[in-house]
């Protein structure tokens, strides 16, 4: 059993300052959930002041959902003052398959950047990881393949955290992966909610040595969450209001009730 609880009181009680360079589409949403989840948000982006704003931040979150070459240079520069101070970078590689620009400016953070938790949907994971994959737009089509075992392979290979969205979550450091079958599906129809659980999952890990642990925690929370939400919501538009408010109070037995994980160890 993951103890979500434990985390999410140190979340709260430290305020963990979370600098995001991130996506103009869902930059409010990321904030909010940030702060509802107990840490602090900030959103730097200019190649001028970002390194600085991450040397004093709990964690790093780079999100290339609305990719630009100057957003790239914050990012790299911002990543490297993260390493540097042992810092927790996330990258949420939003797109990556769908343009080759989109594809290669990833592969150079990822190759600039000590990357702590690579986070994407089925088809952007297998992209990254060299695997035949068709994303249409920032959503996943299909994938040659296994994902379990090709996200495995990848955290091995980078010596990082993937965790893989979807209808089930995977998280994995290639030697122990966390299947997450927590979740609903309103949770796919919301803009946004992608590049929310990175937030979260930076929170948990600002607070964390166990990364991977940290990111396992995160989405359970984060996908409890979408399931109470939803069996009060009429549709995305509730179901997004009531999905900030459940998660601003979220605590308690039913974090352990209502975990559905599944671990396996390689």
């Not at 190759?111 to 990881?129: F, M, R």
């Not at 393949?145 to 996200?151: L, T, V």
Request: proline share 3%; hydrophobic share 45%.
């Amino acid at each position: 059993m993951l103890n979500v609880n434990e985390t999410l009181a140190r979340i709260r009680t430290q305020k963990p300052l979370v600098h995001h360079i991130t996506n103009w589409v869902t930059i409010y949403d990321c904030a909010q959930i940030t702060r509802c989840s107990g840490a602090l948000p900030v959103m730097a982006h200019a190649p001028e002041e970002a390194a600085d704003m991450t040397a004093i931040a709990g964690a790093l979150v780079l999100n290339i959902g609305t990719l630009t070459t100057e957003l790239v240079r914050s990012m790299i520069a911002s990543g490297r003052t993260a390493a540097g101070r042992g810092t927790p970078v996330v990258l949420d590689a939003v797109g990556a398959g769908a343009t080759p620009m989109r594809t290669s400016k990833c592969m150079e953070i990822l190759e600039a950047v000590d990357v702590s938790i690579l986070k994407g949907n089925s088809g952007e994971i297998a992209t990254l990881a060299g695997v035949s994959a068709e994303v249409k737009g920032v959503e996943s089509v299909s994938v040659e393949g296994e994902i379990e075992p090709i996200a495995r392979d990848l955290a091995r290979r980078s010596s990082s955290t993937v965790v893989v969205t979807g209808k089930e979550d995977i998280v994995t450091d290639g030697a122990r992966t966390f299947v997450i079958g927590n979740g609903h599906e309103l949770m796919g129809r919301v803009v946004g909610t992608g590049c929310m659980i990175s937030s979260v999952i930076a929170a948990f890990a600002a607070v964390s040595r166990d990364l991977t642990l940290a990111a396992a925690e995160a989405v359970l929370f984060y996908d409890i969450a979408g399931e109470l939400a939803a069996e009060r919501a009429g549709g995305p538009a509730s179901f997004k209001s009531l999905f900030f408010d459940v998660l601003d109070r979220l605590e308690g037995e039913v974090l352990n009730e209502r975990q559905k994980v599944r671990i396996h160890e390689s």
